[in-house]
């Protein structure tokens, strides 16, 4: 099994709402990631999270909440979200072994609309 | 801080043709590169992962190559298909990791039958 799985593949939320995306991944890879991508845009990275603990947070809003419950899922919570957080919503995994050869395995991806 | 630049943002080519994708990079002190592909609306797929130490790697109709000193990296693509349709964005690592990567913005392209 070489899929990373991310649940919705479309979620549309008013900016009071709360919602959550969902990733899971069965590869035994240790570490998971948060992307986001607008249109035309290359992915830019959110969280990261290494053996289940968060390793990296690139200075993302706190209407952002990541949570790793174990070492195949990986959730995102929503709050008080704006419109212009609309976008693409990626999950990743990678082994996390450093190596030369280290590869990123992608989700299809949440569309994410912010009315 | 290291910059990656894809030219051109979007490319057409009839089908049959051979073509090259390009990719530059500001720091030559990298680990390896990645060659994704996107579908519109969906995630990345990794098409080839070139070490630093390697000049080039193949899979199929596809090879990619790697000159760390101009810091340059092509991806060629024989006999193209309207299937081939898709962004292709390559990434650097200068760390090793897969946390750290810089992605290009990609260059859309376009197979018309």
């Known amino acids: 099994d070489t899929e990373v799985t991310q649940t919705p593949k479309h979620l549309v939320m008013g900016m009071t709402n709360k919602k959550s995306l969902k990733c899971e991944q069965h590869?035994?890879?240790?570490?998971m990631y948060w992307y986001k991508q607008k249109a035309k845009k290359p992915p830019e990275l959110m969280f990261v999270?290494?053996?289940?603990?968060?390793?990296i947070n690139e200075s993302v809003p706190s209407r952002f909440s990541p949570e790793c419950p174990n070492s195949s899922l990986l959730n995102l919570h929503l709050h008080a979200l704006q419109p212009e957080d609309s976008a693409l919503y990626l999950c990743?995994?990678?082994?996390?072994?450093?190596?030369?050869?280290?590869?990123?395995?992608f989700g299809s991806g949440t569309q994410l609309s912010v009315l | 801080k290291q910059e990656v630049t894809q030219i051109p943002a979007a490319l057409s080519v009839p089908e049959g043709e051979n073509l090259v994708l390009n990719c530059s990079f500001t720091?030559?002190?990298?680990?390896?590169l990645q060659w994704f592909r996107q579908d519109p609306g969906k995630g990345l797929t990794s098409l080839l992962l070139?070490?630093?130490?390697?000049r080039e790697q193949t899979s199929g109709r596809l090879n990619a190559s790697l000159d760390k000193s101009s810091g340059r990296s092509t991806l060629y693509i024989a006999a193209s298909q309207p299937g081939d349709s898709a962004t292709y964005l390559c990434?650097?690592?200068?760390?090793?990791?897969?946390?750290?990567?810089?992605f290009g913005s990609g260059t859309q392209l376009t197979v018309l039958p």
């Open positions: 990743a995994s990678s082994q996390d072994w450093g190596g030369v050869r280290e590869k990123l395995f």
């Open positions: 590869m035994g890879h240790r570490a």
């Open positions: 999270y290494s053996y289940e603990k968060l390793s």
């Open positions: 720091d030559s002190a990298i680990y390896n």
């Open positions: 070139i070490q630093s130490s390697q």
């Open positions: 990434a650097v690592s200068l760390s090793g990791s897969a946390r750290q990567l810089t």
